[in-house]
């Protein structure tokens, strides 16, 4: 079956190390997306991105950075994590523009000490 | 700009009881909203989209585009219903804006 994968699940690592996450989809998507959750704050978007070589900012971006090079991956990189940066972090794609389901992966819970 | 609230980040009821969970949205263009579900140890999920008009789990949801609001529904809880509720709101492109969530107990 078709599926969204993220690894690793668990990471800790030290305060200004880079990072990266990934997230590999076989459903042909083109649209994928990464999110991060805290409470309080629910589900954030990082970046996103509407094809191969397509990369959008989302609304907490800074930090982060996400590049596209097909249509399976979509690695997001943390350049310097900062302990703000601690969270579970969400991969997830979408087949078509507004009408489509989101599927998610597991997540990916990250601790920056 | 968009904006999804759910005003009660903690719900808890007793089995059998109704339950409803609270979603309002700010959005000046045509809507599409959805309930997306995260149980335990498991990934977020699709639970119900406005257009659909359907009941998935006994749960139903029902856009009111008047008061903004798209609350979750069930007449009867179940146990198997404690989770963590997220509302989306589906706008330009293809992103979902999510609400802060709710976390349903339902007590035995």
């Known amino acids: 079956d078709a599926e969204i994968t993220q690894s690793p699940r668990h990471k800790i690592t030290e305060t200004g190390r880079q990072v990266t996450l990934a997230c590999h989809q076989t459903?042909?998507?083109?649209?994928m997306f990464w999110y991060r959750q805290d409470l309080g704050h629910g589900l954030r978007l990082i970046h996103y991105?509407?094809?191969?070589?397509?990369?959008n900012k989302g609304e907490v971006s800074d930090g982060y950075s996400v590049s596209r090079s097909n249509t399976e991956d979509l690695p997001l990189t943390l350049e310097s994590a900062a302990s703000s940066q601690t969270s579970v972090y969400f991969c997830?794609?979408?087949?078509?523009?507004?009408?489509?389901?989101?599927?998610f992966g597991e997540g990916s819970r990250l601790t920056v000490l | 700009a968009q904006r999804v609230t759910q005003p009660e980040k903690l719900l808890s009821v007793f089995k059998g009881a109704p339950v409803e969970l609270k979603c309002n949205y700010s959005?000046?263009?045509?809507?599409?909203l959805f309930w997306y579900v995260q149980y335990s140890r498991q990934r977020l999920q699709l639970l119900l989209r406005?257009?659909s008009r359907e009941s998935i789990k006994g749960f139903t949801a029902d856009l009111n585009k008047g008061e903004t609001s798209f609350h979750l529904k069930k007449p009867f809880a179940q146990e198997e219903d404690s989770a963590m509720y997220y509302c989306a709101l589906g706008t330009s492109g293809s992103r979902l804006t999510f609400g802060e969530g709710t976390q349903l107990t339902v007590n035995p």
């Open positions: 991105s509407y094809g191969v070589h397509d990369t």
């Open positions: 406005h257009i």
């Open positions: 997830a794609s979408r087949r078509t523009a507004n009408t489509g389901e989101l599927f």
């Open positions: 959005y000046s263009g045509s809507p599409e």
């Open positions: 459903w042909n998507h083109n649209n």
